[in-house]
């Protein structure tokens, strides 16, 4: 059963609101006003942007809008104005928000993949994390702050992870860092670090949370990651996700919720058993894949890998909240794809975006087919906030790939990430964005 009329209805009451507002303008003789959708407010359009840069090779792994700068990073070699020129760049590229122009003079060369990007408090600066080794000739391995107007290297920021970089949070005059590395700056702090934004000094003291106990299957082991990272706007809570087991010696299995606010930062009282059960899947450990915090802070979303497991987590979109308290906590929703993976999430007021290789939604028995109530929903879908049901949104990616790895929402619209070339049935290779109106 899909839930997108809700969408639909939003849509036509702004559209009688405005209506409304244009008699009345037109009656008092006043200049009509202009009003902006935003992501918000509105489902993101089906239709992709025209004229957005297209990535020639390898794949989108983050994205991050700077003011009308928009960065983006991945495994991919070359990049192209539509109806233009082509240009080289390695794993990272920058370019215009209104215009598309991609810009000539932001070509840092990453020897490896980039995973991660998060803005400056500046609005002149990006950190850039990654499986990295060097830039541009420079060793520096993993994490780095890039000048966003030159792309050279900010010196003042010196954070040195001994290990890949996946996802990055900024509050408050710190940058949280999530990877592999067993240790950062020398200091024994394994797979989450709290850095000064400016200097990259560790924060040993206020914030030491000691991760631990990879998961493992009789076929796969890997080191201590913590994946993903999803913070509360007013940064006293950070999600966290990874093939973990425990937080300061605390039941705590792919998922933990820390409280910042106290000091030093402490693991919440907030625990699932949940993600403990291992999927089919043998390769995947782990298999929380990707976290989107609420815009309000109050709950947060989390997609996931694994292969089709009936009534378990694998192979699901679920919401959760952040305030609840205790053991053995449940989910408020849980859409299942029946066996697809889901790679990214993004949510908003009236949505929550997810993207993987997925070709239903709303699944719940079925297994590599569709279901009872099942709706096609390929590589991409919208999904209610308060139910979880899928809605009416359906753009489509095809082929599929591996799937959407980035969901970006900003003031206007939507960016995708992920290695395909089409969404609804436009080339916008790798990259697309889908306005808000």
């Known amino acids: 059963m899909i839930s997108g009329n809700k969408g639909t209805e939003r849509g036509r009451l702004r559209a009688l609101l405005l209506g409304v507002a244009f008699v009345v303008v037109a009656l008092s003789g006043a200049t009509a006003p202009v009003f902006a959708a935003t992501p918000d407010e509105v489902v993101v359009s089906e239709v992709p942007a ?78 850039v994390g990654g499986r990295f080794n060097s830039i541009s000739g420079y060793a520096r391995k993993g994490l780095i702050k890039l000048d966003l107007a030159t792309g050279q290297r900010i010196t003042a920021f010196n954070a040195k992870p001994k290990g890949a970089v996946f996802d990055l949070a900024r509050s408050g005059g710190k940058l949280y860092v999530a990877g ?23 924060d040993a003291t206020s914030f030491n949370l000691h991760y631990a106990d990879p998961r493992s299957t009789s076929t796969t082991q890997g080191s201590l990651t913590v994946a993903s990272l999803a913070l509360t706007p007013d940064g006293k809570r950070l999600v966290t996700a ?73 192979d699901t979109a679920s919401r959760w909240e952040v305030d609840q308290t205790g053991s053995g906590l449940q989910p408020t929703w849980v859409n299942w794809t029946g066996g ?29 087919s569709p279901g009872p109530g099942a709706v096609p929903r390929s590589g991409i879908a ?56």
């Not at 705590?252 to 930062?265: E, K």
């Not at 915090?293 to 694994?306: Q, Y």
């Not at 908003?348 to 975006?353: N, Q």
């Open 180 to 202: 592999n590395f067993p240790t950062i700056n020398g200091n024994a702090i394994a797979a989450l670090a709290s850095v000064d934004e400016t200097t990259g000094a560790v």
């Open 340 to 368: 697809d993976s889901l790679f990214s999430a993004a949510a908003t007021k009236v949505a929550v975006y997810v993207g993987g290789h997925q070709r239903w939604m709303n699944n719940p028995d079925g297994n590599d």
């Open 242 to 314: 990874g093939n973990f087991q425990h937080v300061d010696g605390l039941d705590r299995n792919q998922l933990a919720v820390l409280d910042l606010s106290t000091s030093p930062a402490s693991a919440a009282n907030w625990e699932t058993d949940g993600f403990k059960f291992q999927c089919p899947s043998l390769r995947k450990p782990a298999w929380t894949t990707d976290l989107a915090m609420s815009p309000d802070g109050k709950w947060f979303a989390v997609t996931s890998t694994g292969a089709y497991a009936h009534g378990q987590l694998c």
């Open 50 to 127: 025209k004229k957005t840069p297209n990535v020639l090779d390898g794949s989108v792994k983050a994205i991050v809008q700077i003011g009308n700068t928009v960065v983006v990073g991945g495994t991919f070699t070359r990049v192209k104005q539509p109806g233009g020129a082509t240009f080289d760049r390695s794993r990272i590229f920058a370019f215009n928000a209104t215009t598309f122009a991609i810009d000539p003079n932001f070509k840092p060369v990453f020897d490896r993949e980039v995973d991660a990007l998060a803005a400056g408090s500046d609005g002149r600066s990006v950190y």
């Open 382 to 437: 919208a999904l209610d906030p308060a139910n979880g049901l899928a809605l009416s949104w359906n753009p489509g990616r095809n082929p599929r790939g591996e799937g959407v790895f980035a969901l970006v929402p900003t003031a206007t619209g939507l960016w995708v990430g992920s290695d395909t070339d089409y969404i609804a049935g436009q080339y916008r290779a790798k990259l697309a964005f889908m306005p808000s109106g």
